[in-house]
């Protein structure tokens, strides 16, 4: 157990790929309800630090609490099923399938009814399939895709893409919600949405963790943002502390500016 003031706690975590350090002793805590940024340059360990936190892959130090529980050595669908959600910087959505079916997806995977029980089309099966479809019909009115469930993944405009993956994260009800690179390859209209959507979310009670470059969005919707450079934070605090730090410019304009 640890300190449960906090919904996400990473502890001294390190990782390294072959000889790279891809994160060198992070730390950080992570507040409920608040909109947390993580930013830095290419290869600063952000989407890395998704993964470990998120069971892709273990760390190769430290410790990460979530709600006071450890989350080291968990699967992905562990972490899942414990109420922490995410999309991937490259959208991985089924592109032949519907809106709705992309999102329920999502939800079978946590249901109870195993794939015999499904076959046989019990009384429970019923029922969870109908709790599913209310909640997936929920999730697209709420991320605004409710006039697009039954249009195919494939057709859609990128921004509508990127809302389809996130409301399938958000249909299995996560209280921590990371979103690497939301509006990257968005347009201006787009990206704007985007920023809408997630301050929709914030205002539900869940904690997002969010991985940009769009230094406007970052700068226009974080609560507090911590700054990677090659895997070590840097620097951490409001978007104003952030963007008068030295370290944080010198590490996106190098040492000349
Ligand atoms: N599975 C992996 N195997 C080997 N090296 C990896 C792996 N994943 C990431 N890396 C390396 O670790 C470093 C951090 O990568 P990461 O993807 O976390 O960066 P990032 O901050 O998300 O960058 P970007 O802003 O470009 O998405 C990079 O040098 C990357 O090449
Ligand atoms: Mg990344």
Redesign the pocket.
Known sequence: MSNSNYILELKDISKN??G?Q??NRLSFQVEKGLIFSII??????????I?LITGI?PPGSGDIFFEGQKLIRKRPYQVAHMGIGRTF?NIQVFRNMTVRENVMVGLHTKSHSGFLKCLLQTPMVRKEEKIIRQKTDETLKFLDLDSKADLRVAGLPYGDQKRVEIARALAMEPRLLFL??PVAGLNLQETKEMSRTILKIREKGITIIL?E?DMNLIMGISNIITV?NY?EKIAEGSSKEIQNNPKVIEAYLGKEF
């Open positions: 790929f072959g790279l891809a994160i830095g340059p290419n290869g600063a360990g952000k989407t890395t630090a993964n892959y910087q690497d690179e991985v470059h990677l895997g």
